[in-house]
């Protein structure tokens, strides 16, 4: 059965950082591209990063670049989003997405519970 | 203001059919595939339509995609409360080389 489980969320100060895990079973973790998909609440979803299989060609919104850094370890089949510079927009529920493809976005077709990040004073 | 627009909200009686768009430009739904999503209350986002018209296993086929140019749709038929939700559009922009969601659309079965 696949699985992903997201950690690493809490409430953190604006300019602070935090760093996002998903860790995933049930696959062949290299095999597939992965996502970062945020809503904010009562929002929409919106795409934040997306990683390749092997762990090149990342890709990020305007909204997170340079500020969030993408990656995975496919020894410990898990996946990762440094967050750095938050600010109060960054507020919202992070999904961790598997793409059903090894590069590049195709769809997602198994997505996470999604872990909390709140960034007040 | 998302990059591909769907209407904010549709509604329709059980048993009835309802459509929802999706409408983008030629460097996203014009040139790639498109992918839909339903989220229903208090849960992850699932997916429905991938390939702009294709159901992975376990989707009932009374739900359907199509695309035409730069312009997609979902289409449900035999609706039920149960596929009250909301539902998104996503594909591939090549000229933001990212990932483009719709807005979302809410579905009410009346």
């Known amino acids: 059965e696949v699985q992903l489980l997201e950690s690493g969320g809490g409430l953190v100060q604006p300019g602070g950082s935090l760093t996002l895990s998903c860790a995933v079973s049930?696959?062949?973790?290299?095999?597939?591209?992965m996502s970062w998909v945020r809503q904010a609440p009562g929002k929409g979803l919106e795409w934040v990063s997306v990683?390749?299989?092997?762990?090149?060609?990342?890709f990020y919104a305007d909204a997170v670049k340079g500020r969030f850094t993408i990656s995975r370890d496919n020894f410990k089949n898990t996946l990762y989003l440094q967050m750095n510079s938050l600010r109060a927009e960054d507020t919202a529920l992070y999904y961790c997405?598997?793409?059903?493809?090894?590069?590049?976005?195709?769809?997602?077709?198994?997505w996470g519970q999604g872990t909390l990040v709140t960034v007040s004073s | 203001q998302s990059v591909l627009t769907q209407p904010p909200s549709v509604s329709a009686a059980p048993g009835e059919k309802v459509t929802i768009s999706c409408s983008g430009s030629?460097?996203?739904?014009?040139?790639?595939?498109v992918s839909w999503y339903q989220q229903l209350p208090g849960t992850a986002p699932k997916v429905l339509i991938y390939?702009?018209?294709k159901r992975p296993s376990g989707i009932p086929d009374r739900f359907s995609g199509s695309k035409s140019g730069t312009s997609a749709t979902l289409g449900i038929t035999g609706l039920q409360t149960g596929d009250e939700a909301d539902y998104y559009c996503?594909?591939?922009?090549?000229?933001?080389?990212?990932?483009?969601f719709g807005g979302g659309t809410k579905l009410t079965v009346l």
């Open positions: 990683i390749s299989g092997s762990g090149g060609s990342p």
């Open positions: 390939d702009s018209n």
């Open positions: 997405a598997r793409d059903y493809n090894w590069g590049g976005f195709y769809f997602f077709d198994y």
């Open positions: 049930g696959f062949t973790f290299s095999s597939h591209a």
């Open positions: 996503a594909t591939w922009d090549n000229r933001l080389s990212g990932v483009v």
């Open positions: 030629t460097s996203n739904i014009g040139s790639n595939f």
